[in-house]
């Protein structure tokens, strides 16, 4: 009952969110607020691995990408709706996730975070020699001029959607850190070797917060093909991703739902305002900046700062 009253209240917000930019009246804030919107889809994503679990995984890109190649291929071959390709994209992602983790969460540490970046690797090397996504030269999509919603900009639809697949991502983080699974998931992160020995399917439960994880991502990447028109490896791969998606959770705190949602707001709403006022070449190194400051000032995040 509780989960459902966050649920309902977390949709009213997000209503307000929708109807702010709408009165705002500038096409600017849609074009910035989706892409804050999907830094908290990535954060809250990777936070299920990353900080509700303990497993640290520098592949981000790589399901985020699957999801935007997915559009990419479902483009090119069905006139699909793009809340159908959003799922599928985070099925294969969800696929994908399930068996890089039967794979590689035997590993433990750097080593299964180092294992998750060379997963990256691979998965760019084969999109790169992909002629059928367009390999190295990219990807054109034409973006629809208007939304099949509200008759608005296509943009706008892009943006709603975003904002909705946030609320989801949100509320499912935060009824997973409130659950029994939840449990389950910090167990394996404070003791392994105890949760083990306690009769905690550990192998299962990592495998289910990687197919989380990696759905969650491989939804996030789902729309970028219609936002930028123009997909390439070299973007799809960005290490921006990689960087902000950890960087977000660790600043805004790990050991919570609210933390990763709290880093993505702050950061991405500052790399938007420096890519306006001074240049985008500041966005990773406003991330790296912030994140030696809160290392040293707040290694638990600013959730946990406020906690103690």
Request: glycine share 12%; net charge positive.
């Amino acid at each position: 009952m509780e989960n459902l009253r966050f649920g309902l209240g977390a949709v009213v917000v997000a209503a307000c969110v929708f109807i702010a930019a709408k009165l705002i009246g500038n096409q600017y804030v849609f074009f910035a607020g989706y892409v804050v919107l999907q830094y908290i889809v990535l954060a809250t994503a990777w936070n299920i691995l990353g900080g509700f679990t303990g497993y640290v995984n520098f592949g981000t890109a790589a399901f985020f990408a699957i999801g935007a190649y997915a559009t990419v291929v479902l483009h090119k071959t069905t006139s699909l709706p793009m809340p159908v390709m959003i799922l599928i994209g985070g099925v294969l992602a969800g696929i994908v996730g399930l068996g890089t983790g039967y794979l590689t969460l035997r590993l433990r540490g750097t080593f299964f975070s180092i294992a998750t970046l060379a997963m990256a690797v691979v998965m760019q090397t084969l999109v790169t020699n992909w002629d059928f996504v367009g390999g190295s030269r990219g990807a054109y999509v034409i973006r629809p001029a208007k939304s099949p919603l509200l008759g608005g900009n296509y943009i706008e639809y892009l943006f709603l959607l975003m904002l909705a697949l946030s609320v989801i991502a949100v509320v499912a983080a935060r009824a997973i850190q409130h659950s029994t699974l939840g449990l389950g998931f910090a167990s394996i992160r404070d003791d392994e070797g105890a949760a083990e020995a306690a009769g905690v399917p550990t192998l299962r439960l990592k495998l289910l917060a990687t197919v989380l994880s990696g759905g969650f991502m491989g939804m996030a990447g789902a729309p970028l093909p219609y936002y930028v028109t123009y997909l390439d490896p070299a973007s799809g791969f960005s290490l921006s991703y990689a960087v902000n998606t950890i960087a977000m959770p660790l600043i805004g705190g790990t050991a919570s739902w609210l933390g990763p949602v709290i880093g993505a707001v702050l950061l991405g709403t500052l790399q938007q305002v420096a890519t306006v006022t001074i240049s985008s070449a500041l966005s990773l190194l406003i991330v790296g900046v912030l994140l030696v400051l809160f290392v040293i000032a707040a290694p638990r995040g600013i959730v946990g700062w406020f906690q103690r």
